[in-house]
C-alpha cells in the first residue's frame, strides 16, 4: 500500500532537530537569497554571485516588452531599464572615486620618496584629499548597496527570452495517439478507484493506493526508466532538499508557500529564522537537486549530459474541498535532465530527438495521449518552451498534463554558474538546459481511471506493455 501524505506537522530529522513542513504561511518579505548586497554579505555567507547580464536583456527593450506582456507577467520593464541604469550610474561614480584614489596612492608613493619640503607638503594635501574620497567611497558604497537591494531582485524576476516554437496565445497540438472515448465520465477518479478498492483518500492532502493502482506505479515507473536506459541516459540518485538559493535560480520565489513546500527548525533561534536561505522539500525527481549539483562548478565530461532520477516531486497545490490525484502535493514521477553545449542549432536538434523518443515511449504505453507546446502566458518564468504531454480526464471533460519537456537554455546555468569545458580550449561556456517530467504517476492514474475501457468488471486493467 503507497502512501501519499503532506502534514504540517512537526517532523523529526535523523539529527533530532524538528522541522515544520508549511503548506500555507505568510511571507516574509525578505530580500534575494540568489544575491546579496556587500552589507547582507556580511551576516549571511554569499554561495555565489549570479550572473548579472541585465545590459544585454534591456538592448531590445521592444523583444523584453513583447515577451512579458505575451506570458501575463506585471512588470514596466521601462522602469526596471531606468532603475537598472540609474544603480550602474552610481556603479560608476564609484568606480571612478576608487580609481582617483588608486591614483593618489601612487602619487604619494613616488613623492615620499623625495625629502624636499615641497614634496612633503603636496604628500600632506593628497593625503587630506585620500581621507575625503575614502570617505565618498563609503557613502556611494552604501548608497550603492541599498539601491541593488531594491534593484537586482526586480531584475531577477525577468522571465526567460521565449523560444521560437513557443506559441504567442493559442496552444500548438503537434501530435495525438488514439482519441478518447468522448463520452462523460460522471464520477470522479477518486470515486471509480474508491469503489473498485485501489484508492483511499482520507483528505485533500492524503490518499493511498491500494491493489492494482500500487502495481500501476510501479510498473509504469520502471517501464520509462527502462525506455531512458535504453537512450543512454544515466540514473541518477537525488536529495529530496534543496536551498532557497536553488529555489531563486530556478527562477522561483523561495518565499512563496505555494512554489515549494518551505522547512523551518524549531528553534527559537531568531537569526535562523530570518535566514534568507532556507530548506525546500522539492524531492529528488525533480529540477531542483540536479542544479545543485552542477550549480558553481566546471563540468568536464563529454557534452550532452543525459541524466534521469525517479522518485518524488513535492509541490502545493491549491486548497481542495475533496481530495483528487490531479494537482496532488506529492508525486511519483521520472525526471530528465540534459546538459548541451551552448550551440542554440544542437538545442534545437536535441528537442526533436527527445520528443520523438517520449512520443514513442508513450506510443508503447498505449494509452490515447497528445502532445501540445504550451502559449507564453502559461510557462514558468524560467521556461523559454515546454511541450506538454497530456491525457484526457472524461470526468472534466479537459486534457489533463502528465508529463512535459521544457527547454530554459542558458537562463538557470547563468543563476547558478552551471559551466561546462569547451572542448580543445581552456575556456568555459554555460550549460543550455532540457528538462522536464517524464511520467508523473497520479495524473496519469487518474485519466486511466476514468476511462471506462481500463475499468473491466470492477477491475483496473494494466496495458499489456507494462505487466511484465
Known amino acids: ?123 600632506e594635501k593628497l593625503m587630506l584629499l585620500s581621507q575625503k574620497l575614502r570617505h565618498e ?88 526508466v527502462d525506455r531512458l536506459k535504453d537512450e543512454n541516459f544515466v540514473q541518477f540518485s537525488n536529495p529530496d532538499f534543496v536551498k532557497s538559493i536553488v529555489v531563486e535560480g530556478n527562477g522561483l520565489d523561495h518565499e512563496d508557500p505555494f512554489s515549494t513546500f518551505i522547512l523551518e527548525a524549531d528553534s527559537s533561534d531568531v537569526s535562523e529564522k530570518n535566514s534568507p536561505n532556507r530548506l525546500h522539500l522539492v524531492g529528488g525527481s525533480s529540477l531542483g537537486p540536479f542544479c545543485s549539483y552542477f550549480s558553481k562548478q566546471i563540468g568536464t565530461h563529454p557534452l550532452p549530459i543525459k541524466l534521469f532520477a525517479h522518485g518524488r516531486q513535492y509541490k502545493p497545490s491549491p486548497i481542495q474541498t475533496k481530495g483528487s490525484l490531479l494537482n496532488s502535493c506529492q508525486a511519483s514521477a521520472v525526471q530528465l535532465f540534459v546538459g548541451l553545449p551552448n550551440c542554440v542549432a544542437t538545442e534545437n536538434a536535441f528537442i526533436d530527438r527527445v520528443l520523438a523518443f517520449l512520443i514513442s515511449a508513450y506510443q508503447e504505453f498505449g494509452f490515447h495521449f497528445r502532445v501540445i507546446y504550451q502559449p507564453a502566458e502559461k510557462l514558468a518564468s524560467w521556461e523559454s518552451l515546454k511541450a506538454s504531454f497530456q491525457m484526457y480526464s472524461s470526468h472534466l471533460q479537459s486534457y489533463v498534463e502528465v508529463g512535459n519537456v521544457s527547454v530554459c537554455g542558458e537562463y538557470i546555468s547563468k543563476r547558478l554558474l552551471m559551466y561546462y569545458q569547451v572542448p580543445d580550449s581552456s575556456s568555459v561556456d554555460f550549460f543550455r538546459i532540457v528538462t522536464g517530467t517524464v511520467i508523473s504517476v497520479p495524473e496519469v492514474l487518474a485519466c486511466v481511471l476514468e476511462d471506462p475501457r481500463n475499468v473491466v468488471d470492477g477491475k483496473l486493467i494494466l496495458p499489456s506493455n507494462i505487466k511484465s
Not at 515544520?20 to 518579505?29: F, G, L
Not at 588608486?102 to 614634496?119: H, N, Y
Not at 503537434?174 to 483528505?203: A, P
Open 137 to 224: 567611497y563609503k557613502v556611494v558604497t552604501a548608497a550603492l548597496w541599498d539601491i541593488e537591494g531594491k534593484v537586482v531582485p526586480k531584475c531577477l524576476s525577468i522571465p526567460n527570452v521565449l523560444h521560437d516554437r513557443t506559441p504567442d496565445s493559442v496552444e500548438e497540438e503537434i501530435y495525438r495517439f488514439m482519441e478518447s472515448t468522448g463520452r462523460v465520465q460522471e464520477l470522479s477518479h477518486i470515486d471509480i478507484g474508491s469503489s473498485i478498492g485501489v484508492l483511499k483518500c482520507i483528505g485533500p492532502l492524503c490518499c493511498y493506493l491500494k491493489n492494482e493502482a500500487v502495481e500501476f506505479e510501479r510498473k509504469s515507473i520502471k517501464f520509462f
Open 1 to 123: 500500500m503507497a502512501l501519499r501524505t503532506i502534514s504540517s506537522a512537526l517532523v523529526r530529522t535523523k539529527t533530532r532537530r524538528s522541522v515544520k513542513i508549511y503548506y500555507v504561511t505568510q511571507r516574509r518579505y525578505l530580500s534575494s537569497a540568489l544575491f546579496m548586497t556587500g552589507d547582507q554579505a556580511k551576516n549571511n555567507y554569499a554561495f555565489l554571485s549570479p550572473v548579472l547580464d541585465f545590459d544585454t536583456k534591456f538592448q531590445n527593450i521592444s523583444q523584453l516588452e513583447r515577451n512579458v506582456q505575451l506570458r501575463g507577467i506585471p512588470v514596466n520593464v521601462h522602469s526596471l531599464k531606468r532603475m537598472w541604469d540609474f544603480q550602474e550610474g552610481i556603479r560608476m561614480t564609484r568606480n571612478k572615486i576608487d580609481q582617483r584614489r588608486s591614483e593618489i596612492t601612487k602619487s604619494i608613493k613616488e613623492l615620499q620618496k623625495s625629502d624636499d619640503q615641497v614634496a612633503r607638503s603636496e604628500v
